[in-house]
């Protein structure tokens, strides 16, 4: 009977034991989700991140990274639509001094910011040879503006006389000299357009088309739909495009 009853005890605490053991994992399974949801809440992954990416809400393009046009033109400063815009009077590189007062029977003026050298201000200068060709008899010639430091030996303005001999410009290619132009009317990349009516007033700012690399793979004329709507007595829609292209170099001094 003694071995009885001993034997008893020893199966009743083995159960006992067992159960022990289950209820513990069972608690510690718990707690180790618990742990991870919280990680989870603490830490999502990347693609439900709510706020900025890491490294904060940076305001420019990121080294090497997009050329869209990053700021408002409230943060920019320029020129905003229906704004006149204030007269010039430039370099052009045929020595010539030129500016919007000496264009007789305009309808307007299709002001661009660009340069010799930005790939993006290249791939446009075939498009705004035709954009002249095909608009200044209409009223409406291109006026380009160099706005870069001329630190740079191949912005400076017998650069731009080679240029402009090469492409064979025919339209204005002038040198904002002490670059004062271009952050009157807000420009921040090259090419930036401002379209001007007669009176002078801003009506269209931004981006030529919506394909920079490509003029066959073009869907929207921007600039061509602002001018439509102007000779159609309407309001250009939209007003304004982000600009696509390298950023305007300014004088280091």
């Known amino acids: ?110 002001v661009t910011f660009t340069c010799n050298e930005c790939p993006f201000a290249k791939m446009y200068e075939d498009r705004l040879i035709a954009l002249h060709n095909e608009y200044a008899p209409k009223g409406y010639p291109v006026i380009a503006i160099n706005p870069n430091s001329p630190e740079n030996e191949k912005e400076g303005y017998a650069a731009m006389q080679t240029r402009a001999k090469e492409k064979g410009f025919p339209f204005a290619y002038l040198v904002d000299e002490g670059q004062k132009i271009y952050p009157q009317y807000g420009a921040v990349r090259t090419p930036h357009v401002f379209l001007l009516d007669a009176d002078r007033k801003v009506q269209y700012i931004g981006t030529i088309d919506d394909n920079a690399k490509s003029a066959e793979d073009v869907k929207v004329k921007f600039l061509e739909n602002a001018i439509s709507a102007l000779e159609n007595g309407t309001k250009p829609s939209p007003e304004i495009t982000k600009a696509i292209g390298c950023p305007i170099k300014a004088n280091r001094s």
Do not use: W
């Open 1 to 110: 009977m003694r071995k009885i009853s001993v034997l008893i005890a020893t199966i009743t605490m083995c159960l006992a034991v067992l159960v022990s053991c289950k209820d513990g994992g069972k608690k510690n399974t718990e707690v180790s989700t618990e742990n991870h949801q919280g990680d989870y809440k603490d830490h999502p992954h990347d693609g439900d991140r709510k706020g900025p990416p890491h490294g904060g809400d940076r305001k420019g393009p990121p080294k090497g990274g997009s050329p869209e046009q990053a700021k408002t033109l409230e943060e920019i400063g320029g020129y905003k639509i229906g704004e006149q815009a204030t007269d010039f009077n430039l370099k052009n590189v045929d020595g010539s001094m030129v500016s919007l007062a000496s264009y007789d029977n305009v309808k307007g003026y299709i």
